[in-house]
C-alpha cells in the first residue's frame, strides 16, 4: 500500500486528494472519497455560505473519517466561509485563487492545516512562508483555473524549492500519472477530472456523457487575455467566448456578461450551448461511470504495482 508523510498529517489512509470543484464538489463526493480513503473535499462556492455549512454537516453524517474544504478567495463570501470553517470545526482546509494570508493566522490558531493550490515557484514559497501545511502544485493540463506551467516541468521545480510536502495535480487520471508523480518526489496526487464521472457525482448526465465522449483534443482554454485562464470542453459557448475575448469590438465587461452562470448551467443543466464544462486534459481517458471507491481503488493500485515493478527496468 502506498503511504506517505501527507497520510500521517492529515490522518488519510491513501495520498490522494478529490479535487475541490466550484458547484460540484459536495459532501456526497467528498465522503465518498474520504470513506475510500482519500481525503474528500468540499467546495466553498455551493449556492452561499449557509449552504456550505450544510454541507459540513452533511458530510459529518456521511463520514467518519478526514475531510477538507477548498475555499475559492475571490469569491465574494470568501471572509465569511473563513470564519464559517472555524466555527464547523473543520480542520483541513485547500485554497485557490488568490492568497490566504488575510485569514492563516486565525486558521492556524484554530488548529486547521491549509493546503494552498498553487502553480508556480515564487508563489509555492510565498505559501510557505506564510506557514502552509503543504501545496499542492498543479499544473495546466488541469481542468477549470489554470497557470502556464506544466505539470512535468512545475512538480519538480516546486519540491525542489520548499521545505513542506509537495502534492502534484493537472493531468493524473490513474496509477501512471500517480506513480510518475511520486516519481518526481511528490507526497501525494489530487484529481479533479475523473472525479467528475464517479456515481456520487452530482453533475448533469449530459457533463458526464460529454466527458465519455471526449479525445485528446476536446478541451480548450479561454480567459487567457483576462489573465483569468480557465481549461474546458469545447463546444459552442467555449468557441463563442474564445472568440468574443478576442475581438477588439468587444469589451471585457461584455465578454464576462456573456460568460456569467456558465458553470451552474453545465453543472445542473447539462446546457451544452451556454454551459461551462469545466475538464481537465485528461477528459480523453475517461471511458465510463463509476463509483468514487473505484476510482480510489484503481489509482492507489495502479501506481503501487507500477512501482513495484519499477526496478525491472534497472540493468
Given at each position: 500500500?502506498?503511504?506517505?508523510?501527507?497520510?500521517?498529517?492529515?490522518?488519510?489512509?491513501?495520498?490522494?486528494?478529490?479535487?475541490?470543484?466550484?458547484?460540484?464538489?459536495?459532501?456526497?463526493?467528498?465522503?465518498?472519497?474520504?470513506?475510500?480513503?482519500?481525503?474528500?473535499?468540499?467546495?466553498?462556492?455551493?449556492?452561499?455560505?449557509?449552504?456550505?455549512?450544510?454541507?459540513?454537516?452533511?458530510?459529518?453524517?456521511?463520514?467518519?473519517?478526514?475531510?477538507?474544504?477548498?475555499?475559492?478567495?475571490?469569491?465574494p463570501?470568501?471572509?465569511?466561509?473563513?470564519?464559517?470553517?472555524?466555527?464547523?470545526?473543520?480542520?483541513?482546509?485547500?485554497?485557490g485563487?488568490?492568497?490566504?494570508?488575510?485569514?492563516?493566522?486565525?486558521?492556524?490558531?484554530?488548529?486547521i492545516?491549509?493546503?494552498?493550490?498553487?502553480?508556480?515557484?515564487?508563489?509555492?514559497?510565498?505559501?510557505?512562508?506564510?506557514?502552509?501545511?503543504?501545496?499542492?502544485?498543479?499544473?495546466?493540463?488541469?481542468?477549470?483555473?489554470?497557470?502556464?506551467?506544466?505539470?512535468?516541468?512545475?512538480?519538480?521545480?516546486?519540491?525542489?524549492?520548499?521545505?513542506?510536502?509537495?502534492?502534484?495535480?493537472?493531468?493524473?487520471?490513474?496509477?501512471?500519472?500517480?506513480?510518475?508523480?511520486?516519481?518526481?518526489g511528490?507526497?501525494?496526487?489530487?484529481?479533479?477530472?475523473?472525479?467528475?464521472?464517479?456515481?456520487?457525482?452530482?453533475?448533469?448526465?449530459?457533463?458526464?456523457?460529454?466527458?465519455?465522449?471526449?479525445?485528446?483534443?476536446?478541451?480548450?482554454?479561454?480567459?487567457?487575455?483576462?489573465?483569468?485562464?480557465?481549461?474546458?470542453l469545447?463546444?459552442?459557448?467555449?468557441?463563442?467566448?474564445?472568440?468574443?475575448?478576442?475581438?477588439?469590438?468587444?469589451?471585457?465587461?461584455?465578454?464576462?456578461?456573456?460568460?456569467?452562470?456558465?458553470?451552474?448551467k453545465?453543472?445542473?443543466?447539462?446546457?451544452?450551448?451556454?454551459?461551462?464544462?469545466?475538464?481537465?486534459?485528461?477528459?480523453?481517458?475517461?471511458?465510463?461511470?463509476?463509483?468514487?471507491?473505484?476510482?480510489?481503488?484503481?489509482?492507489?493500485?495502479?501506481?503501487?504495482?507500477?512501482?513495484?515493478?519499477?526496478?525491472?527496468?534497472?540493468?
Amino acid at each position: 500500500m502506498i503511504k506517505s508523510v501527507i497520510c500521517d498529517i492529515l490522518g488519510i489512509k491513501y495520498p490522494l486528494f478529490q479535487g475541490g470543484m466550484a458547484w460540484i464538489a459536495d459532501a456526497k463526493l467528498a465522503a465518498a472519497v474520504s470513506n475510500a480513503g482519500g481525503l474528500g473535499l468540499i467546495s466553498s462556492i455551493n449556492f452561499g455560505t449557509e449552504a456550505v455549512r450544510e454541507e459540513i454537516r452533511k458530510c459529518r453524517e456521511l463520514t467518519d473519517k478526514p475531510f477538507g474544504v477548498n475555499i475559492m478567495l475571490a469569491a465574494p463570501n470568501a471572509a465569511e466561509i473563513a470564519d464559517m470553517v472555524i466555527e464547523e470545526g473543520v480542520k483541513i482546509l485547500t485554497t485557490g485563487a488568490g492568497s490566504p494570508s488575510a485569514y492563516m493566522e486565525k486558521w492556524k490558531a484554530a488548529g486547521i492545516k491549509v493546503i494552498p493550490v498553487v502553480a508556480s515557484v515564487a508563489y509555492a514559497l510565498k505559501m510557505q512562508e506564510l506557514g502552509a501545511t503543504a501545496v499542492v502544485a498543479e499544473g495546466a493540463e488541469s481542468g477549470g483555473h489554470v497557470g502556464d506551467n506544466h505539470t512535468m516541468a512545475l512538480v519538480p521545480q516546486i519540491i525542489d524549492a520548499l521545505d513542506i510536502p509537495v502534492l502534484a495535480a493537472g493531468g493524473i487520471f490513474d496509477g501512471r500519472g500517480a506513480a510518475a508523480a511520486f516519481m518526481f518526489g511528490a507526497v501525494g496526487v489530487q484529481v479533479g477530472t475523473r472525479f467528475l464521472v464517479a456515481d456520487e457525482c452530482c453533475v448533469h448526465p449530459n457533463y458526464k456523457e460529454k466527458l465519455i465522449k471526449a479525445s485528446d483534443v476536446s478541451t480548450m482554454v479561454t480567459g487567457k487575455s483576462f489573465g483569468d485562464a480557465v481549461r474546458c470542453l469545447k463546444n459552442p459557448f467555449a468557441k463563442k467566448f474564445f472568440k468574443m475575448e478576442y475581438d477588439p469590438a468587444v469589451s471585457k465587461e461584455e465578454v464576462l456578461e456573456f460568460g456569467k452562470g456558465s458553470l451552474r448551467k453545465a453543472v445542473f443543466d447539462g446546457d451544452n450551448s451556454m454551459g461551462s464544462f469545466l475538464a481537465g486534459e485528461v477528459a480523453g481517458m475517461v471511458t465510463k461511470t463509476e463509483p468514487a471507491e473505484a476510482i480510489v481503488k484503481d489509482i492507489m493500485e495502479g501506481a503501487e504495482k507500477l512501482l513495484r515493478n519499477a526496478p525491472a527496468l534497472l540493468a
